[in-house]
């Protein structure tokens, strides 16, 4: 579930049905937050003095069960941040088998201490159900508490949360509040979940050039999701200052090249198509369907720049 703030929006074509900044776009066409990926453990915090026995990769074997015992002394002791590194090296198998049970023992210490970190993951061992029953309320308990505290990534993994209805009602409102927060703390996948809640109008007023700002600020740190979604936004909104297809390329073109996702394959060519150059659109589709033969996005957009192609000639 949780990447430690790099929870990604999986993006569809989002070709914009009006100009006037006061309507939504048609539902069906929205770019949608999907789902939550997997916990990114190997950039967890680890904030006690033995750390240095791990961050170094030691290879004398004694001299890791040694820190290992030493950490388990001031974690038993009700250190926490000893406390979240332990969960953290069982969740892991670093010098130790892995051990879902033991790793959500000490996660829950450090919680029940009000660690926003230790909070965070433990969020996430209820969202998978490793080491605990699975249960999404729980999960969503959890980050909430995290996120009061201002854990800019709880913040965005609860926005995402209230999207889909998944352990909390279904409240764009309340996604937009906490996804806001995410992104005010210069979360990179905070800005770019408000910028998608911006081009929706979901939970906020329908704004392409608001969308566009914050999709900017998730560019300006190189998320590679937010060059997506802003070329796109760039390719088919019809708003005057924000619609550039050439500058869509430019940035779709750096996406593919940063990335595996075929969605900027299909961003690329829609933008393509938006500057008039439809053999490339075709050319570059053809390379999004044979990534994903399946996608009924893909051939509908494959039918589109087809027409368009054989209209020119």
Not at 130 to 148: C, F, M, N, Q, T
Not at 276 to 290: I, S, Y
Request: with cysteine; hydrophobic share 40%; glycine share 6%.
């Amino acid at each position: 579930m949780v990447t430690l703030g790099r929870i990604p929006l999986q993006n569809v074509k989002l070709p914009q049905k009006c100009s006037d900044r006061s309507r939504k776009p048609d539902p069906a066409s929205k770019r949608t937050v999907t789902r939550l990926s997997a916990i990114a453990l190997s950039v967890a915090l680890l904030l006690v003095p033995v750390k240095s026995a791990f961050a170094q990769g030691s290879d004398q074997a004694s001299a890791k069960k040694k820190a290992i015992a030493d950490l388990k002394e001031i974690a038993y002791a009700g250190n926490v941040n000893a406390q979240v590194q332990l969960g953290v090296i069982y969740l892991t198998g670093d010098g130790v088998p892995k051990d879902d049970t033991e790793a959500v023992k000490w996660l829950r210490k450090a919680a029940d201490q009000d660690n926003p970190l230790a909070e965070r993951y433990l969020a996430e061992m209820y969202f998978k159900g490793r080491g605990v029953p699975a249960d999404i309320s729980e999960a969503a308990k959890w980050l909430r508490s995290a996120a009061d505290q201002g854990d800019a990534e709880s913040q965005h993994n609860l926005a995402v949360l209230y999207t889909q209805g998944q352990g909390v009602p279904r409240n764009l409102k309340e996604a937009a509040n906490w996804m806001r927060k995410a992104a005010e703390q210069n979360l990179a996948a905070g800005e770019q979940g408000l910028g998608v809640l911006y081009e929706n109008g979901d939970g906020v007023t329908y704004d392409p050039v608001e969308a566009a700002k914050w999709y900017r600020k998730a560019v300006d740190q190189n998320y590679v999701p937010a060059m997506n979604s802003l070329a796109l936004l760039m390719a088919t909104s019809k708003e005057s200052g924000v619609r550039n297809p050439q500058a869509a390329i430019a940035l779709a073109t750096k996406a593919v090249a940063a990335g595996t996702n075929p969605d900027y394959l299909d961003t690329l060519a829609a933008a393509y198509f938006a500057d008039g150059q439809t053999d490339k659109a075709v050319e570059t589709e053809e390379k999004a369907l044979a990534r994903d033969p399946e996608n009924d996005l893909y051939k509908k957009a494959m039918q589109k720049y087809l027409a368009g192609a054989h209209a020119s000639r």
